[in-house]
Structure formats: structure tokens, C-alpha cells
């Protein structure tokens, strides 16, 4: 009978009974006696269990039995304590790729699953005036449609438009910020359940006034515009136009436009903020053919969105009678807003993105399981004797194998709280990175409770994954040992098994990021058709300034002044959009018989194409002089112009642009308007003065560095047209680079994962070998003192991780064939059996590993066997 | 082989006279019973410790950890101002047995 219960006994017990058994088998083995012989002997000599345990509880120390949980854990802290390296080891493998998959999470919860701060959320909801599968047309809506809905009582308790709101804040003498903000309906806060931080929303008696009135996001609230001064009940300055802030949203509202965080909030009344309407104009919250704005609607209780959006369509005929201008061609969607990130269309993009990215990570937490697991292993079969031990002195198999897992979930322990750190780290470090794009994205990263439980969960995932099966394997052991076996039966197996497969993901994410740079590399290469570099750009919002059609030449004509004073530009131009730019605008082509198609607009001054270098092939640009009153005339890019050659059309021809009769002057070279790996994109480009602009990019060039040009338009600018909102400024190297963000991203990503997986690899292998030449120093030394050859001998100890390494790259080769294919959309110009990528892979991938077999193998031979002698 | 009772009566005297020079750990004292008695004396090893563990108790003798190699810890005893009054006590009655006892076979033997 084992001792009833080893558990019993306190740690310090335990542990003394372990030191004495240790004791007597070492001076049993010193006269010469076997050491399992050894071990039987000194167990069996501290007599029979029950007896020494009934003793044990005879002494009267209510302290005594430390059991359970906490007797794992120390033991499994003295286990950490005792083999540093190890820990050490251990902790930072499983903590970095932990803190890759918590980074990748936090990025994914601030985009993604972001509480809306909507009451009862559940029962809001995106109204889209277009199927949500059709992603070429935007589902927005004309006020007016808000006004219509809201007036169906039985299915939702409310309906509200809005609608985005650049705008021009004063805040001081001759200073103005860009602000982001709203336009929505009085009930707007209301019907979304969001109860102001101070203040109150708008009121009736506002909407019947038509009252200037603001509600201010809570981060805009407290920064203020002037140090100590409150905005709430102040006026300010937007647009030109002043408004009174009668309210200041909850902390952490950023509105209803998702993505972007809403810094101000203004009553739909107000359109076109700091614009004067015409006379007879209709109000833009009354205009059936404007269509900007954006709906959500609260359901009543009991109705969900399918049968909101089925009675909504049901009620389209009846309603496309009565107002055609609203309803021809509209398709209703109704989608709980909880359940949109962005849009439905860009959240299929970016689920489908994150899924990929959590993938490659997971894959990377994978392969350093898998090298904790191969370190385990190896540790395993040299702790038989001290599991022997326990379960002499009566650990049960479950009770043990609990032990080896407690030590397991340690490691992960370790491993969540070093990645949580390095995850914080990262956070910091992003939130300091100002991202490249001209709009207030809302993406607040922080290390959220969510991110915490994902980080404790997967800690947990690995824990399993890499502690359960080397601790099943070294209980499985035990008995073996017990019949005089090494301690490892299988365990070699086991750890090439987990090579192999450490070897497999890493080719595999070898490969991938491979074919993602060379794509990335051939995108980089391709010539936008435009100047590449030398130049500045920097964006006006003219919107906001109340700026006109007429006012245009004005502004033009003074940010010209103004540059003519800086020596470092040679040219100032203006355009409506920049090639490769976020801006998009379109115009519809007609060649007069029918044939109509959108093709984009590049509205410019008439030396825009020598400044920035398009060629105008036939023609000419545009005369200097021309006027909004003057003959409408255009260039055409080379494939619109062979797209209007089929219908007959050539130089000189008249087109119809926006219905409106336009002669073509020129024909410029093709230039890459949206993507780089685009094909030929038709685009029209129209006289400024003729065709206008809401966004103005001023480019300055220069024959020196972008960034001094860059400078040089800023003051420019700024000293011309200092009532002006800058949108953005940029050089056009990074305005160029913007558009490889998301391939470079991409492969940056593959690539690191590919990196962590290889190193870890190699320390694994490199582990790996050192255990087993370990294992085997004796043999070794005997075979080498007997004249064997050291190149032999290394060659007996690789061998065997040649085999190990050779199957995972050819598990590795099927892998990479699976991702190569899922990643054929995303490469340009590169085959996904691109052969350059597989041939560096491979190449690293054996150069490495038998770089890390060879330098343990190698050492092993170094031991002299006197020594050896010696030392035993 | 002394009997049993003899065994156990000395146990506790032993243990303390032991530790009497110095401290000492729970192999090393077995280990000295068996060298002392001439391998006559052999406790069961696991009985050791609960005995040590009652004279702690007792407040006879104290403990103290001890790292060793391969940072393993090793308990160490040593008597405490009570042990030795009672090691001293313990040595004067088992002197006085012994002496009486020799006395008597002396007596026996005339």
C-alpha cells in the first residue's frame, strides 16, 4: 500500500522525505548498488505509508496538510524557480506570441466591436436605402425619406438622418481647426438612448426657431477651446457661422457615423452650415434629390429588422407612386446596428482580414507551443526520478499528472502576463503613431477587459496545447522507467514530431510573406504616372470657408502670390484630387447617343499636367484664361479617349459631361487613379474655374527634397488663405506610399510571423539537439576516443533532425501550396507558385536549421572522456 | 536486537544526545544510530520525521531550511534551551540505569 494520501503531508514535508529517499540513493549508489535498485530500497526503507502517515497526523499542528491548488503551485513555482532558464525561456516564447495576438485583438475589438453607447442597442438599427450585397452603390438617403419613415409608427419609435459635417472651427485670432463632426435630426440623441454628460440635446422650440444651437463631443468639451473656459453655453465660431453649445455628449460617444469619431453635432436646420442658401433654394433637410444623408431608426418592442425591412418593402410601390424622386430605384435593408462595424460590405473585408491576421498570429502561437512542448519533453524524461519519487510516496497518476499541468498553466501564466506587458507596450507605442489618413478614425486602442479575457483565454488554449501531451507522455514513462527503461521511450518521437510541424509553419509563413513582398515590391515599381517625387501637397477644405465657383480664382491666384515668395518652389498647382489619393469623384460621360458611363474627375488648373508630369499626347491643356461662363471644355485620358474613339468621337469632338455639352481639347497619358495595380481607369479632367472642388489639393514642385517643398507650400498657404481648413499635407512620396499601407501592412505582418515562427524553430531544433547529443555525451566520447571521426560523429547526431526537418519542409510545401492560393487575390504581378519565394523559404529554412543541428552536434564532440571519467 | 519497548523508550534521549554537538539532518542522524549501534539499531526512517516533527512541538528542538546543491533544501534540528535541559535530565537517568543495571549484573555474576 502507497502512503494513503501523499497530498497530506504538508510541502515541507514532502519535501524532506524527498531529500532524505535522495539522500540514501546516493550513498547507495556510491557503494555500488543500481540506482532503480537504490531508489526501491530507500523508499521501501520509510517503512510502511500508513503507518508513517498516521504518525505524522498524531503531532498536533492544525497547519499541517497543505493540499490542492496551492501545493501545485508552489511546487510548480519552486520547478520555475529551480530550471531559470527554462522559465525564462519558456515565458518569452509563448509571451511574444501571446502579445502578437493580444496586439492584433485590441486592434480588432477598437474596430470591430466597439460598443456603439446606444440604450438598448439591440433595437437600433442601420436603415440602407440599397441591398446591403450591392457595394457599388452608397445606401444613403434624402432627409425627407427620414421624415417618411418616421411617421410609421408601428414598427419603429423613432427615425433619425444624419449626416458627416466638415467644418471650421475658430479657435482664436485667425485660427482655425478641421473638425468632424454631424448634421442630424433634433431627436437624434433621443431615438439613439444617449443621455447627454451636461447640458440638453436640441429642443422644439430650437427646431421651430430654427436656433443655432451645437451639442460638443465630451473630448472637444474638455479640451476646450481656451484654457479655462467652458464651452458649454459659449458661442462658437463654425463655418463662419456662430453657434451656441447647448450640450456636450457622453465620454467615449463618437456619433453615429461609424468608424469616425464625431466631435460636434449639429441640428439638421443649420444646412449648409456657413453657406447661404439662394434665394428660392430648398433647404438641404428638404431636398428630395440630395441625397447625403444617413438613417437609423430605434424598433418598436416586438419588431425585429427582417420584418422591419419586409414591411418597409412592402410599402415601396405605394411610396415610389406618391414620391418618385425618393423612391425609384431604392431597396431597403434594415440591419441591427450592434451587428455593423462600418457597412455591411466593408465589414465583410474587414472580418475576412481579421480572420486571416488572428490565423498567421495563431500560427505563431502554435509553433512556440509547440517549442515549449519539445522543451517539456526533453525535461520530462530527465524528472523521472523525482515523479518516481512522488508516486512512491503515493501520488496517484491523476494527482501527478495534475502537478505537471499546474507547472504547464504557470508558463502560460507567465507568458499572458509578459504578453499583456508587451501588448500594453505596443498600445502606447500605436497610439503615438499618427496614422496616415486625412480623417478622424476612431480607433482607441487600449488593453480593455476584452483584451484581457482574449489574452487569459488563449494563455489557457496554450496551456493545453503545449503542457497536456508532454505531461500525458512523461506519465506514460513512469512505468517504463520502473522496468529499467531511459526515461524518453517515444519522447524522441514525439519532439521530432513537434519539429516537424514547427518546421511546416514556418515554411508555410515563409512562403506567404515572401509572395506578399514580392507583390508588395512589383506594386511599389509600378509608375503612377505621375512625378514621384520633389513635390508637396497640401489639401484645403473649401466647403467649410463658404468658399464658391467664383470666389475659386481668388484663392488660386493668392496661394500663387504667396509661393512665388518661397524660392524653393518651382511651380503651385491645383487639382481636385490626387492620383492614388482617398478623394473620389466621377462625373458622368456621355457620348450623346446613349452611351453613358462614370468615370472619374480630375478638376485642375491648366498647368497642372507639366507640373506634375502627365503628357498631353494630342492637344493641349487648358487655355489660362478660362472662366465658369466659358465654352465647357475637358482632356480625356488616353483609354477614355480610345473608349469615345469606338463611338467615333476624337480631339475636338464635343462629349456630354454631367448632360452638359463639353468639348475635348486633349488627350493626356493614362495616370493610376485609384490603385496602383489597376488597369487603364478612364478619367476626365475639367478646367477648375469651370468643373469647382469641396476638397483643393495645392501641389507644390520642387527640384529639391519633397519635404522642403512641402514646408515652403504649408507657409504658403497658410500666409494666403489663412481662413481656410487644411485637410491634410503630405509629401508626395507619402502621399504615394498611403496606398501600399494596407499590401505593406500585409506582408510586414506575414513576415514578422514568419520570423517569430522561424527563430522559434531554431531555438526548438537548437534545443532539441542539445538534449539528445546530451543524452549521448558518453557514447560520443567513447566513439571518438576509439578514433571515429568527428565529422562522423556530427553527422550520427544530425542525421536524425535532417530526416525530422526534411518531412516538415515537405509538410511545410503542402501547407504553403493551401496559403499561397488564399492569397492569390491580394498579389500583384507575383505567381503564387512564385518560384523566387518558395527558393528563399527553403533556402533559409535548411541553411538555419542545420546551422542550429550543427552548432550543439559540433560541441558534443568537444567533450574529452577522461573528463567524462572524471566527472562520474 | 533490542526489544520494541527498548527501542522506543530511547528514541526520544538518542535524538536529543545526537543533536547535543550540533545541528544535524534527519539521513545523517539515521545514518549515526546505525553507525553508533553497530547496525543493531535500525529505525524505520519514515518514523524519524514524525518524531522530529513532536519534539519541535514540544519546543525540545528547532528547525532551520538550508539550500543545498541543485538548489534542493535540506531541514535542518538543533536543540533548543529546554532540549538540552532535557538531553541533560535524559543523560543522567539513562546513567543512573546504566550504572544500576551494570551494578546488578556485577552482583549476578559474583
Redesign the interface.
Known amino acids: 500500500m502507497a502512503w494513503r494520501d501523499a497530498t497530506d503531508l504538508s510541502t ?2 514532502l ?3 524527498e ?2 529517499i ?3 540513493v546516493r ?1 547507495q549508489v556510491a557503494a555500488g548498488v543500481p540506482e532503480s535498485t537504490a531508489l526501491e530500497t ?1 523508499i521501501a ?5 500508513w ?2 502517515g498516521r ?2 497526523r ?4 492544525p497547519a499541517r496538510a497543505t493540499v490542492g491548488l496551492s501545493l501545485d503551485l508552489r511546487l510548480a513555482l519552486r520547478q520555475a ?2 530550471h531559470k532558464g527554462f522559465t525564462g525561456a519558456a515565458t518569452l516564447s509563448i509571451g511574444v506570441a501571446i502579445a502578437l495576438n493580444a496586439i492584433a485583438f485590441s486592434v480588432i475589438d477598437s474596430v470591430l466591436l466597439a460598443d456603439s453607447g446606444y440604450a438598448d442597442s439591440r433595437s437600433v438599427v442601420e436603415i440602407y436605402t440599397a441591398s446591403v450585397d450591392d457595394v457599388g452603390r452608397p445606401p444613403v438617403a434624402s432627409w425627407p425619406i427620414a421624415d417618411d419613415l418616421r411617421r410609421e409608427g408601428s414598427i419603429f419609435d423613432g427615425v433619425v438622418g444624419y449626416e458627416p459635417l466638415f467644418g471650421r472651427l475658430r479657435v482664436g485670432d485667425g485660427q482655425y481647426e478641421a473638425i468632424f463632426g454631424e448634421a442630424v435630426d433634433g431627436s437624434y440623441f433621443d431615438v439613439l438612448g444617449v443621455t447627454l454628460e451636461r447640458g440638453h440635446a436640441f429642443s422644439g422650440d430650437d427646431a421651430r426657431l430654427g436656433a443655432a444651437v451645437a451639442v460638443v463631443g465630451w473630448e472637444r468639451w474638455r479640451r476646450g477651446l481656451r484654457e479655462g473656459e467652458d464651452l458649454l453655453g459659449s458661442t462658437i465660431d463654425l463655418n463662419g457661422e456662430a453657434f451656441t453649445v447647448v450640450g456636450v455628449a457622453p465620454r467615449g460617444f463618437k456619433g453615429a457615423i461609424s468608424g469616425f469619431s464625431s466631435e460636434i453635432f449639429v441640428p439638421r436646420w443649420r444646412l449648409p452650415v456657413g453657406r447661404t442658401l439662394a434665394a428660392g433654394a430648398t433647404p438641404p433637410d428638404q431636398d428630395r434629390g440630395r441625397w447625403q444623408a444617413q438613417l437609423k431608426g430605434r424598433l418598436r418592442p416586438g419588431v425585429d429588422a427582417a420584418s422591419a425591412e419586409a414591411y418597409l418593402t412592402s410599402r415601396l410601390p405605394e411610396w415610389t407612386a406618391q414620391e418618385p424622386e425618393s423612391y425609384t430605384d431604392v431597396e431597403f435593408s434594415v440591419v441591427r446596428s450592434d451587428r455593423v462595424a462600418v457597412s455591411p460590405a466593408a465589414d465583410r473585408f474587414l472580418y475576412s482580414a481579421a480572420g486571416a491576421v488572428m490565423l498567421v498570429l495563431v500560427a505563431v502561437l502554435l509553433v512556440a507551443c509547440m517549442n515549449v512542448a519539445g522543451f517539456l519533453l526533453s525535461r520530462g524524461a530527465d524528472r523521472w526520478r523525482e515523479l518516481q519519487m512522488r508516486r512512491a510516496l503515493g501520488a496517484t497518476r491523476a494527482r501527478l499528472l495534475r502537478q505537471l499541468f499546474t507547472e504547464s498553466l504557470l508558463i502560460a501564466a507567465l507568458g499572458a502576463g509578459c504578453g499583456l506587458g508587451l501588448c500594453a507596450a505596443a498600445i502606447l507605442a500605436l497610439r503615438r503613431v499618427d496614422l496616415p489618413i486625412p480623417l478622424p478614425i476612431d480607433l482607441e486602442l487600449s488593453l480593455s477587459a476584452s483584451v484581457v479575457a482574449f489574452t487569459v483565454v488563449i494563455a489557457g488554449a496554450a496551456a493545453v496545447a503545449f503542457g497536456l501531451v508532454p505531461a500525458v507522455h512523461t506519465m506514460k514513462n513512469l512505468g517504463s522507467v520502473a522496468r529499467g527503461g531511459t526515461g524518453d521511450r517515444g519522447g524522441s518521437r514525439a519532439r521530432s514530431a513537434v519539429i516537424s510541424a514547427q518546421v511546416a509553419f514556418s515554411v508555410a509563413l515563409l512562403v506567404g510573406g515572401g509572395l506578399l513582398t514580392r507583390s508588395l515590391w512589383v506594386e511599389a515599381a509600378v509608375d503612377p504616372g505621375i512625378r514621384t517625387a520633389g513635390a508637396g501637397i497640401v489639401t484645403l477644405e473649401l466647403g467649410s470657408s463658404g468658399r464658391t465657383l467664383e470666389s475659386l480664382p481668388d484663392l488660386l491666384a493668392g496661394v500663387r502670390l504667396a509661393a512665388a515668395t518661397q524660392p524653393v518652389l518651382d511651380d503651385v498647382v491645383f487639382t481636385s484630387r490626387v492620383p492614388l489619393g482617398t478623394v473620389s469623384t466621377t462625373v458622368r460621360v456621355g457620348d450623346g447617343r446613349g452611351d453613358e458611363s462614370m468615370v472619374a474627375e480630375f478638376a485642375v488648373s491648366e498647368d497642372y499636367f507639366s507640373a506634375v508630369g502627365i503628357a498631353i499626347t494630342e492637344g493641349t491643356a487648358f487655355p489660362a484664361d478660362m472662366t465658369p461662363e466659358g465654352e465647357p471644355v475637358a482632356v480625356v485620358s488616353r483609354s477614355l479617349a480610345d473608349r469615345l474613339a469606338e463611338s467615333d468621337i476624337g480631339l475636338g469632338s464635343s462629349i456630354l459631361v454631367d448632360s452638359v455639352p463639353t468639348r475635348i481639347v486633349g488627350i493626356a497619358e493614362d495616370v493610376k487613379v485609384s490603385r496602383p495595380r489597376e488597369r487603364p481607369t478612364p478619367h476626365i479632367y475639367r478646367p477648375l474655374s469651370q468643373a469647382g472642388a469641396f476638397l483643393l489639393s495645392v501641389v507644390g514642385t520642387s527640384g529639391g527634397r519633397s519635404v522642403d517643398a512641402l514646408a515652403a507650400l504649408q507657409a504658403a498657404v497658410a500666409d494666403a488663405s489663412p481662413d481656410v481648413v487644411v485637410w491634410n499635407r503630405q509629401t508626395i512620396e507619402d502621399h504615394l506610399d498611403l496606398k501600399l499601407l494596407a499590401p505593406r501592412v500585409a506582408a510586414g505582418l506575414l513576415v514578422t510571423a514568419a520570423s517569430m515562427a522561424l527563430l522559434l524553430t531554431l531555438v526548438g531544433i537548437f534545443g532539441s539537439v542539445q538534449y539528445s547529443s546530451g543524452r549521448r555525451t558518453r557514447e560520443m566520447a567513447i566513439r571518438l576516443s576509439l578514433g571515429a571521426p568527428a565529422r562522423l560523429v556530427v553527422r550520427a547526431i544530425i542525421l536524425p533532425m535532417v530526416w525530422t526537418v526534411g518531412s516538415g519542409v515537405a509538410m511545410g510545401l503542402g501547407l504553403s501550396a493551401l496559403i499561397a492560393r488564399s492569397l492569390r487575390g491580394a498579389l500583384v504581378g507575383t505567381s503564387p507558385a512564385d518560384a523566387v519565394s518558395y527558393s528563399v523559404a527553403l533556402s533559409l529554412i535548411i541553411g538555419t536549421t542545420l546551422v542550429a543541428s550543427y552548432l550543439p552536434a559540433r560541441r558534443a564532440t568537444r567533450v574529452e572522456l577522461r573528463r567524462l571519467l572524471d566527472d562520474s | 536486537m533490542p526489544s520494541k519497548a527498548l527501542v522506543s523508550a530511547s528514541t526520544r534521549p538518542l535524538i536529543l544526545t545526537l543533536l547535543r554537538p550540533g545541528e544535524s539532518y534527519g539521513y545523517e542522524i539515521i545514518e549515526r544510530v546505525r553507525s553508533l549501534s553497530g547496525g543493531m539499531l535500525e529505525w524505520s526512517d519514515g518514523m524519524l520525521y514524525p518524531l522530529l516533527r513532536r519534539l519541535e512541538a514540544d519546543g525540545l528542538v528547532e528547525s532551520r531550511w538550508v539550500t543545498a546543491e541543485n538548489d534542493r533544501r535540506r531541514r535542518y534540528y538543533r536543540l533548543t534551551r529546554a532540549g538540552r535541559r532535557a538531553e541533560e535530565v535524559a543523560r543522567t537517568e539513562w546513567s543512573q540505569m546504566s550504572r544500576t543495571m551494570a551494578a546488578a549484573w556485577a552482583e549476578g555474576a559474583e
Not at chain 1, 526503507?45 to 505509508?49: T, V
Not at chain 1, 498524531?58 to 499542528?61: N, S
Open positions: 515541507e514535508d519535501e524532506e522525505l531529500q532524505h535522495l539522500d540514501s550513498a530507500a526503507k520509510l517503512g510502511e505509508p503507518a508513517v504518525e505524522f498524531k503531532v498536533d499542528r524557480w529551480a
